[in-house]
């Protein structure tokens, strides 16, 4: 099983700063990886597929970046609505989802 | 507009099978288009369960794989998930999902206990 680690586990920030999430996966995954936020009482809302492809509606100051074993999530100046618990997920074999990162207001 | 239910029972005893239906409507199932499960135990990560395509091609999760079975009705427009043996640690919100991540059921949180 492909295992993701994601870092940190919590990230503290106030609005405006620059937000960096790391997904690190056990083994190459090439590009097949996906960027997930849910807020609760929501199901996960998908950021990005393929590791850097925004899905529809999701806003510039999100990115994503990455191959092989090492992916980034970025969001160059938070805004309040994106205070939230952010996943990534392969699909390289079967699908397997990292742990989370939760992006809390400092 | 695509959009995706879960129903099912609320509480389920442990040992006993959980059978959940998700119904969708907005886009048809093919060779490459696909409805399948993801829980999420309250506070924690979320798993992915199984996956079924309109070919009828199965996926499922290799450490869940014996407990689980995935079948879909086309002319409801429904896909049932069946999971044997339920214990207090499968208590989850699941949640039904189209095969390209932008569709999410609201979920459904089942409780196993006795």
């Known amino acids: 099983e492909i295992v993701l680690t994601q870092s940190p586990a919590t990230l503290s920030l106030s609005p405006g700063e620059r937000a960096t999430l790391s997904c690190r996966a056990s083994q190459s995954i090439t590009n097949l990886l996906a960027w997930f936020q849910q807020k609760p009482g929501q199901p996960p809302r998908l950021l990005f597929y393929d590791a850097s492809h925004r899905a529809p509606g999701i806003p510039a100051r999100f990115s994503g970046s990455g191959s092989g074993t090492d992916f980034t999530l970025t969001i160059i100046s938070v805004e309040p609505d994106d205070f939230a618990v952010y996943y990534c997920q392969q699909r390289y074999a079967w699908r397997t989802f990292g742990q989370g990162t939760k992006l809390e207001i400092k | ?114």
Not at chain 2, 31 to 52: D, F, T
Not at chain 2, 99 to 107: C, D, K, N, P, R
Request: net charge positive.
């Open chain 2, 1 to 114: 507009q695509i959009t995706l239910r879960e129903s099912g029972p609320t509480l389920v005893k442990p040992t006993q099978t959980l059978t959940l239906t998700c119904t969708f409507s907005g886009f048809a199932l093919t060779s490459e288009v696909g409805v399948g499960w993801v829980r999420q135990p309250p506070g924690k990560a979320l798993e992915w369960l199984a996956l079924v395509y309109g070919d009828d091609e199965k996926r499922y999760s290799p450490s869940l794989k014996s407990r689980l079975f995935i079948t879909k009705d086309t002319p409801k427009n429904q896909v049932v998930l069946t999971m044997t043996n339920m214990d207090p640690v499968d208590t989850s919100r699941y949640y039904c999902v189209h095969s390209g991540y932008l569709y999410w059921g609201q979920g459904t949180l089942v409780t196993v206990s006795s």
